[in-house]
Nanobody
Framework: HVQLVESGGGSVQAGGSLKLSCAASGSTADSKFMGWFRQAPGKEREPVAGIYIGAAITQYADSVKGRFTISQDAAKNTVYLQMNSLKLEDTAMYYC???????????????WGQGTQVTVS
């Protein structure tokens, strides 16, 4: 079992920046791949960015490439999402997710945080 605790988020003007954090506790085997999904009102949840803990392997949605950066502190089992050049369309609830593999993560087969709201105006 994995517990995920998110922090960060909030409101920002277009062009601004925010940083999200997600700390995992519990089974490290079940949280080898961690990252963020987001869901805007009326839209389906979509993957944003993910990273293998302890390895330099990342995955980004095309819509955020060049603007968002995912990073990690493997010792703390924590991942960060630095979001720059935010756009109105980045407004959504952002959820941290953890899984055993990238495939499981992409298929939403894992553990979820409670979500943190990001609002761009």
């Amino acid at each position: 079992h994995v517990q995920l605790v998110e922090s960060g988020g909030g409101s920002v003007q277009a062009g601004g920046s925010l940083k999200l954090s997600c700390a995992a506790s519990g089974s490290t085997a079940d949280s080898k791949f961690m990252g963020w999904f987001r869901q805007a009102p009326g839209k389906e949840r979509e993957p944003v960015a993910g990273i293998y803990i302890g390895a330099a392997i990342t995955q980004y949605a095309d819509s955020v490439k060049g603007r968002f950066t995912i990073s990690q502190d493997a010792a703390k089992n924590t991942v960060y999402l630095q979001m720059n050049s935010l756009k109105l369309e980045d407004t959504a609830m952002y959820y941290c997710a953890a899984a055993r593999t990238l495939t499981d993560w992409a298929r939403s087969r894992g553990y979820w945080g409670q979500g943190t709201q990001v609002t761009v105006s």
